[in-house]
């Protein structure tokens, strides 16, 4: 996720290859087979405090009154990036309040006896030359010296399989390859995405190049329909591409969107990435808490933003805050229930899954040897990523898996209360029922499922995007509210979040007389 967002099949071995799909099974709760007791329950369930911001509950009356130049709400990688920037820049007199009781957003990462897991995202693309803030942080993190990324941070082989018809392939080659038709329809899509690639608007961070775009108008199914690409298995990919990057199938998707996740980084060839860690990208969090840790609040709702003379006033909790500049990192949608005059956005949301699994052993199967990415054909999920694998020694016995589902067969509304309505035992149970398609003794292999439910998770680029005035009108907010949140650029991606926190960051120093 996203997310930060999960990988998927590598665009190298997709391009490379023919394909054919079944249409996916509705996520559907099976009846449990024989299996060992299984423990967990949700985890980190903090919607219900940004649901009553969204219901204008009553809040505390304020006791304690504090004066700060700069107020960062939110802290996620946005929320931290605009941190990491201004300390980079010298400047202390700040603080981050950050709603839930633990900084990081869909970067989080979790930790047992076995291993360091992620929640959501779990890793970034190797960032080309042109993607300066990226590699700036990894180098000041070590990843990246002289130009040579650190080994112990590349993803280990083998990355990725994919199951169908019983059997486990790696990559996707043997799995999906079955006519010269298809292979030469995907090769036609991959000389279409080249060319939109030589074009410029589709970068990482977006902001390097996207533009008002007649892409922007159609879903990507639509662009797919009127240029004549009809093949099952390229059509079953895309879809695939679109729920794991956005969390939305191709039909709700902006045609800019869906092509971006295909032309907007350099093909590459070596293949020698992502950058990963076990815990994902809560590594990254982790990193940047090391630095800006000291300015960050956590359990601090914000349920006021307001203009107080020349200045800004900020209520969070039975706190007061009087600040000059506001950096607003926290959800676009959340802004019209918050912040005096913010204009309202008509942004989708994805509601996701996600569950950290134990496994006591791992389960039998046939075909290609487990890697760190595994996909299930024609499951709802989007697959799991297993949390050991980047350890050196011989893979332990016992391990933990990363399950991801987005919920995007329904409307998103639908969806979250779906979502809310089931209980922990219904999940589990339909989260063992999809594994069961490649696993069928998965159950009597795990110990626990802990599951995380995100209500919007990530902001879904829908068709007329990139236009709506609302976001626009976000994005050029020239204070003293700045908005910074990742979900204004469309792309749940690492990139965009730091892109957009150092931004706001950089605007906010100006603004202050410090830039």
Partial sequence: MGADHPVGISRRAFLGAAAASAVAAPFVACAPKTERAVAGGFVDDGGARAHRLRDRAAVPAVRRTERVPLVIVGGGIAGLSAAWRLRKRGFTDFVLLE??????????????????YPWAAHYVPVPDTGATLVRELFEELGVLRDGTWDERTLVSSPR????RWGVWHEGLENALVETTADRDE??????????????????????????????DGVSMAAWMDARGFRSPGLRWYVDYATRDDYGSRAADTSAWAGI?????????????????????????TARLLERVGAHVRTGMPVHRVEALGS?????????????????????????????????????????WLTANLVLERWPAERGFEPAWDNVIHGSPGLGYVVA?????????????????????????????????????????????ADLERAHPDIRAC???????RMGHAMVRPTPGFLADPGRRALVDADGPVFYAHSDLSGLSLFEEAQHCGVTAADRAMTRLGRG
Avoid: C
């Fill in 446 to 452: 795990v110990s626990r499922v802990d599951i995380m």
């Fill in 260 to 284: 971006h996740y295909f032309s907007a980084r350099p093909v590459d060839d070596d293949e020698h990435g992502p950058l990963t860690w076990p815990e994902g990208n809560g590594w990254i």
């Fill in 311 to 351: 200045g800004m006033r900020v209520l969070a909790g039975d706190a007061e805050f009087r600040a000059d500049a506001v950096i607003w990192a926290a959800p676009s949608f959340l802004a019209p229930h918050v912040v005096q005059g913010a204009p309202r956005v008509r942004f989708d949301y994805s509601p």
């Fill in 160 to 163: 990725e399989r994919i199951h």
């Fill in 99 to 116: 709603l839930e009781d633990h900084a990081g957003g869909n970067a989080r990462g979790g930790k047992d006896e076995i291993s360091a």
């Fill in 388 to 432: 050991t694998h980047q350890t050196y020694a011989v893979q332990p016995e016992r391990t933990v898996w990363t399950y991801y589902h987005a919920l995007s067969d329904v409307p998103p509304a639908e969806a979250r209360k779906l979502l809310l309505r089931r209980g922990w035992a219904e999940w589990k149970d339909a989260i063992l």
């Fill in 186 to 215: 995907m090769l036609r899509f991959r000389d279409e995405m080249t060319a939109m690639r030589a074009t410029g608007q589709f970068t990482v961070p977006s902001a390097r190049g996207a533009r008002p775009s007649p892409l």
